[in-house]
């Protein structure tokens, strides 16, 4: 049983994805549009978007904004409620700092908590209640597979990841019965700006044309959980349910960390 209605349809549905400027958001829109779906695109960088739109064959419009402004969220979801509904929400923006313990800080703390984390509260706040008093309509967010489990270098990304897929979870309690969709995103290595500073092998590095696709795939599949490329993500989340001290030392092992 598939856990929300297969997507397999696209054309002429309205999907609205923010972090569409760049990398695997970028990717998406890219390949939505090819399968007709009308785009609203947002991010922080206009221009970036102007470039992923020209790429969107005139089915996508530019929207920028800064996903940590709670205010703004509201204003553009209630905009384009009224310019005739959306279908599906697609948060990609996220941000990356490897840190250890001690270089954890406030600031850094904050900043990623505020993309990764906040920014998927001020989408339920803004996106929930249209979609609950339409009926329809769908939510994705996007974890990684660094929220599976403690992981060196990962001290805030990892818990703010973490945090998304609980949510998700908690999101699709109430809202599924309602008839309107969640999904958690949680991609592997995937080659972006976002992985470009990592000074470790990543294994099972994809294209963020290839995480487009999988995406994509998962959405076809009714899938909650669209976690890819499978042959890192799955073997991941088995290790996840090892005791911690198995996790903890095969963490060691395999990042030498
Ligand atoms: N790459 C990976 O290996 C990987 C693995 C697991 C999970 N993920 C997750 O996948 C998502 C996409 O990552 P990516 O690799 O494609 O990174 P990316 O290439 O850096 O793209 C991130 C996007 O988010 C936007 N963004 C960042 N901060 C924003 C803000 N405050 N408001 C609005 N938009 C903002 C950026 O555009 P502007 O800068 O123009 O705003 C950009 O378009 C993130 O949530 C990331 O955590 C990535």
């Known amino acids: 049983m598939s856990a929300n209605a297969p997507i397999r349809q696209w054309q002429g549905r309205h999907v609205w994805l923010i972090g ?7 990717a998406l829109a890219v390949k939505l549009a ?21 790429r969107c064959a005139g089915t996508a419009k530019s929207a920028p904004f800064d996903a940590t402004d709670a205010a703004a969220w509201q204003a553009m979801a209630a905009r384009l409620d009224a310019e005739g509904g959306i279908d599906l929400v697609v948060l990609l923006a996220g941000d990356y700092l490897p840190l250890r313990a001690w270089e954890v800080t406030p600031e850094a703390a904050r900043k990623l908590t505020d993309v990764n984390l906040m920014a ?13 008093q339409r009926g329809k309509g769908g939510i994705a967010l996007t974890g990684s597979v660094a929220g599976v489990g403690g992981m060196p270098k990962a001290t805030v990304y990892g818990a703010t990841k973490a945090a998304v897929n609980h949510l998700a979870q908690t999101l699709y309690l109430d809202l599924a019965p309602l008839g309107v969709g969640v999904w958690v995103i949680n991609p592997g290595f995937v080659r972006t700006r976002l992985t470009a500073g990592n000074d470790f092998a990543m294994p099972a590095l994809i ?12 959405f076809a599949q009714g899938a909650f959980d669209i976690h890819f490329p499978r042959r890192f993500t799955t073997v991941l989340k088995l290790a996840a349910l090892l005791p911690r001290r198995a996790w903890f030392w095969l963490m060691h092992k395999t990042t030498g960390l």
């Open 34 to 54: 090819k399968l007709g779906a009308r785009l609203t695109l947002s991010g922080r960088n206009p221009y970036a978007l102007q470039a992923v739109a020209a």
């Open 120 to 132: 998927a509260f001020y989408l339920v706040a803004a996106c929930a209640p249209i979609f609950r």
């Open 207 to 218: 294209s963020p044309e290839e995480a487009a696709d999988a995406i994509v795939a998962g």
């Open 20 to 26: 569409a400027g760049h990398g695997i958001g970028e």
